[in-house]
């Protein structure tokens, strides 16, 4: 009996366990499956705030063309945006009635106030949609609001305000065509929102003047 336990711990295979080098081989293989997943998990995450961040600018520029129609539509003078750069050295005169600015004098909500919107470069390659307002009394009794970004990540197009005016002037028929582009950085495939908005007519009572001097920017 002795002799076949003998024999037959002789003849099994030994208990030798994981070598160092099984072991090695694993992690590696381990540490480089983790890294491809890592490494697609980030591109995906980036890839969903690059969209994120390109739908966001497109909702901001909608919002912003709708906050523009209402003002034009109560608007009681709208002025050329290619004048606007006589007043801010950052606005762009494009061409005949064409600009990065424009500036509006509107009755919105029932306030009499002057509007004012920039699509200025923000510093990283894009550019922001800005607005400002002020009281035509703003020299006696102040009321000059601060800059307000309406829109973010937006491209410059060739002429973000263009005021088609009709044989009244700036008082008669008066069409006011706003373009605006959302820039998706990842897709390289940018987004346009375009509105055309008809100024109401105004025949009497104003002078051109009511929005003048512009504040200081």
Not at 12 to 17: Q, T, V
Not at 94 to 99: A, D
Not at 151 to 161: C, E, I, Y
Not at 165 to 179: A, F, H, K
């Amino acid at each position: 009996m002795r002799d076949v336990l003998r024999r037959r711990m002789r003849d099994g295979a030994p208990d030798r366990g994981t070598t160092l080098a099984e072991l090695l081989v694993a992690t590696v293989v381990f540490a480089i499956a983790m890294a491809m997943i890592m490494s697609a998990a980030i591109a995906v995450m980036h890839a969903t705030d690059s969209s994120r961040s390109a739908a966001d600018a497109a909702y901001e520029a909608r919002q912003a063309l709708a906050m523009i129609d209402r003002q034009v539509r109560s608007g009681n003078v709208l002025f050329s945006p290619a004048d606007e750069a006589a007043y801010i050295s950052t606005c762009q005169n494009l061409g005949t009635n064409q600009g990065s600015c424009m500036r509006i004098y509107t009755q919105s909500n029932g306030d009499e106030k002057c509007v004012q919107w920039q699509l200025a470069a923000d510093g990283t390659g894009t550019y922001q949609l800005k607005m400002r307002s002020w009281k035509t009394t703003w020299q006696t009794t102040g009321g000059v609001s601060g800059w307000t970004v309406a829109a973010r990540n937006l491209v410059m197009p060739s002429a973000p305000f263009t005021l088609d005016v009709g044989p009244g002037g700036i008082y008669g028929s008066r069409l006011l065509r706003v373009q605006l582009v959302a820039h998706n950085a990842t897709s390289g495939k940018d987004v346009a929102i375009d509105g055309s908005i008809s100024g109401r007519n105004t025949t009497y009572g104003y002078t051109g003047s009511e929005c003048l001097p512009v504040p200081p920017a």
